[in-house]
């Protein structure tokens, strides 16, 4: 979208478009479109104007009807602008229809995020991730603006001496398309080594999730003082950062920031992001966060529901917490949200309210899969007891002979590990089944 030219974007004036044909979706389409707004000054595009499109029916060339089509184009050149953005998804013989028509640059809400993604990607993997969902999304729009592509070629290389420059061009990217596939494969396996790692502490690990810009990086930033990158722009990071924490009552966690959400995310971005935000269907526990000034609130959180259950997490332990409660300036809002979510935390990250609140409830949920059990330890098992102490929480100890006797809350499967040492009341080592932790 934002070709450059002397340094400088070409794109530098952009007419938003959403368009509808059901009367009850105005306002949701209005409000999408100001979520577009945001995503396009998220690439440093201003947004000239915007239009609101009501059509009965789709259309096959335009999405919408020749009439509406001729009106944003006027709109367009009226206002000068260079680039017209759709809120709908717009198919490739659409866009090159549009182009033809408008003479101008016409892009959709998926190729924004993919730029978007683009410029932000920071890692290897989001970087691999990102190139394969351009890939995908610009092979069938190959003879968008390319009058070359038409040409047949032939020599070394060429599948024949009819082959055109355009069969070429999509052999060429099917290729890169396989070689990004192999390239993320062994990036995944990497990370799930990382991962298994990181099972082998024992350690709980929580995924914090929700709406891109809800504050998940603040947040992470606030309860583990992670160097992550903090700004208030969509998207504003896409790659995830794991920290280790230590609980009030001693408990390590794991605690993971995800790439945000967002409504009509690209499903291609879905698949390939998929290494990333598995890590939330990986977690003990996720900590959706939710942005509780905005007014589609509950909208966001559904989108991340979608989401996660596309991922299979829907199911997990999920602590709701609502974020940005300095913001609110409506008590009725607020008393909205309890009433709805009555196990929600409301903090602010910003001013720290609330914050120790949800440090507690964090520490009863990575409870929530821990066992209290009573052991005996011979003082020769030193790497056992070692383990004892940095992962889990001890209530008791004492001394017995050339054994350790205590009474701790372990992680469940430290808690298997040391099953051949549980203790009945006598000291004898009976094999007792442990007890569980009541989850809160």
């Not at 609101?52 to 919408?64: A, D």
């Not at 991730?129 to 890939?135: F, G, N, P, R």
């Not at 003082?225 to 009552?249: C, M, Y």
Request: charged share 30%; net charge negative; aromatic share 4%.
């Amino acid at each position: 979208m934002t070709e450059t030219k002397d340094g400088e974007n070409m794109a530098q004036r952009a007419l938003l478009v959403g368009a509808y044909h059901e009367t009850g979706a105005r306002s949701e389409t209005e409000s999408l479109l100001e979520e577009l707004e945001e995503l396009v000054d998220t690439l440093g595009v201003p947004v000239i104007d915007r239009m609101l499109v009501h059509h009965r029916e789709q259309h096959p060339r335009f999405l919408i009807g020749t009439g509406k089509a001729d009106e944003i184009v006027a709109r367009a050149k009226e206002q000068r602008c260079d680039v017209i953005v759709f809120d709908n998804e717009l198919s490739p013989s659409q866009q090159r229809n549009w182009e033809k028509l408008a003479g101008l640059t016409v892009i959709d809400r998926q190729e924004v995020i993919l730029d978007i993604f683009a410029k932000r990607a920071q890692t290897r993997e989001a970087r691999l991730q990102v190139e394969l969902a351009q890939m995908e999304y610009q092979m069938p729009r190959l003879t968008r603006g390319w009058t070359h592509l038409v040409r047949q070629g032939g020599g070394i290389g060429a599948r024949g001496e009819g082959e055109t420059q355009l069969e070429q061009d999509k052999r060429r990217i099917r290729g890169n398309i396989d070689r990004l596939k192999r390239d993320l494969e062994t990036v995944r396996e990497a990370r799930a080594t990382q991962r298994k790692d990181r099972k082998r502490t024992e350690v709980p690990n929580a995924a914090i999730v929700g709406y891109t810009n809800s504050g998940k990086s603040s947040l992470l930033h606030r309860l583990t003082g992670a160097d992550v990158l903090i700004e208030d722009k969509l998207f504003a990071t896409l790659d995830t950062t794991t920290r280790k924490i230590a609980l009030p009552n001693k408990q390590p966690l794991l605690l993971t920031d995800t790439v945000g959400f967002v409504r009509k995310l690209p499903h291609r971005l879905v698949e390939a992001f998929n290494a990333t935000l598995e890590e939330s269907a990986m977690s003990d526990f996720l900590i959706h966060l939710l942005d509780a000034s905005q007014p589609e609130v509950m909208e966001f959180y559904n989108t991340t529901r979608r989401v996660l259950s596309e991922l299979g997490a829907d199911e997990k332990r999920t602590l709701i917490v609502f974020n940005k409660i300095d913001k609110l300036t409506d008590d009725s809002a607020l008393a909205v949200h309890r009433r709805h979510f009555p196990d929600a935390v409301f903090i602010s990250v910003h001013t720290g309210e609330g914050i120790d609140e949800l440090i507690a409830r964090i520490a009863e949920m990575a409870d929530g899969g821990a066992v209290t059990c009573e052991l005996r330890i011979p003082q020769g098992e030193g790497g056992l007891l070692a383990r004892i102490h940095r992962q889990g929480r001890i209530l008791h100890t004492e001394y017995e002979g050339d054994a350790v006797r205590l009474k701790a809350v372990l992680p469940a499967r430290l808690a298997e590990t040391c099953a051949s040492f549980v203790v009945a009341g006598g000291g004898d080592k009976t094999g007792v089944p442990v007890e569980s932790v009541a989850t809160s």
